[in-house]
């Protein structure tokens, strides 16, 4: 199975358009990813903050594709698109979720409170954005494997194949449990 | 850093998982229902994994490893969403709301 990515490594040489033409998708990938978390945490109706985290997930996959990773571009595309945004939506058809309109006369400070959250978000965006473009990453000197699909299940069955069955306990343990915790008080109504 | 080599530099995806964490890291702080709270967790953890794949794509020597990490943290993610929302959907049977300035037995 040959995953490699195509676009990330276009050779510079092939054609002059086709660097600027990568270049414009992964701004539209950044893009996406933006406006899906920014839609995400703005929206009144909680089923458009869903597909706002379904949008975000998309341009997401789209960033792990051009991190030359395709593996995790699908499964984020499966997993979080496939499995737990339908979750969500399931949550919000069976609870009442919308966001209740504010009630302006009883909050103590209207203004000050959405302003207190977007400094600290502000703040806390700032000094990661600059710590991380200050400093110099380096790239490593030489690299134990290249990050292929088989690369990565070498290892998944290799070295990391004690947590790759304590993931499946876990993932059991949460099914079951989720189970218990949403059955009671089932046949009480 | 040249423009354009842009998404062959690690910066920018850095900023954008930053970002993807402070979007959150304010939905926690705005959203008054336990879904939306949800939902902006799921946000912060995505913004973990831009980071691991990222870091692990440019500077890290062994590129697999993040990659695994990142699938493990999509298990961790699934199975908090699942036991997450069985958490709600109890609690909506009990208050018959999920706001979540309305879920407080005691006064105040």
Redesign the interface.
């Known amino acids: 199975m040959n995953l490699t990515p195509l676009l990330a490594v276009a050779a510079p040489s092939a054609n002059p358009a086709s660097n600027w033409i990568t270049l414009g998708l992964f701004i539209m990938f950044v893009a996406t990813t933006v406006a899906g978390a920014l839609i995400a945490v703005n929206t009144v109706r909680i089923i458009r903050s869903v597909s706002g985290l379904a949008l975000a997930c998309v341009g997401l996959a789209g960033l792990f594709y051009f991190l030359h990773s395709p593996f995790l571009a699908l499964m984020e595309i499966l997993i979080y698109i496939g499995a737990v945004c339908v979750t969500i939506i399931f949550g919000v058809m069976l609870a009442e979720p919308d966001e209740p309109a504010p009630e302006t006369h009883k909050r103590p400070y209207p203004v000050i409170a959405p302003l207190v959250a977007v400094v600290i978000a502000a703040g806390i965006f700032g000094g990661l954005a600059k710590l991380a473009l200050g400093h110099k990453w380096e790239a490593p000197v030489a690299k134990i494997n290249d990050g292929s699909v088989a690369a990565i299940g070498t290892s998944l069955l290799s070295t990391y194949s004690m947590a790759f069955e304590l993931i499946s306990l876990v993932l059991l343990v949460a099914i079951l449990g989720a189970l218990v915790i949403a059955r009671g008080g089932r046949t009480k109504e | 850093m040249t423009?354009?080599?842009?998404?062959?530099?690690?910066?920018?995806?850095?900023?954008?998982?930053?970002?993807?964490?402070?979007?959150?890291?304010?939905?926690l702080?705005?959203?008054?229902?336990?879904?939306?709270m949800?939902?902006?967790g799921?946000?912060i953890f995505?913004s973990a994994?831009?980071n691991f794949?990222?870091l692990?794509?440019?500077?890290?020597?062994?590129?697999?490893?993040g990659?695994?990490a990142?699938?493990?943290l999509?298990?961790?993610?699934?199975?908090?969403?699942?036991?997450a929302?069985?958490?709600?959907?109890?609690v909506?049977?009990?208050y018959?709301?999920?706001?979540s300035k309305e879920l407080s037995e005691m006064k105040g």
């Open positions: 423009l354009a080599h842009l998404y062959e530099q690690p910066d920018v995806y850095l900023v954008v998982a930053a970002f993807l964490l402070a979007t959150g890291i304010f939905g702080m705005r959203r008054r229902t336990l879904i939306g949800l939902i902006s799921e946000l995505a994994g831009l794949v990222a692990s794509r440019f500077v890290s020597p062994d590129p697999a490893a990659q695994i990142v699938l493990f999509m298990g961790i993610a699934a199975a908090e969403v699942a036991i929302l069985s958490i709600i959907i109890a909506y049977r009990n018959r709301s999920i706001v």
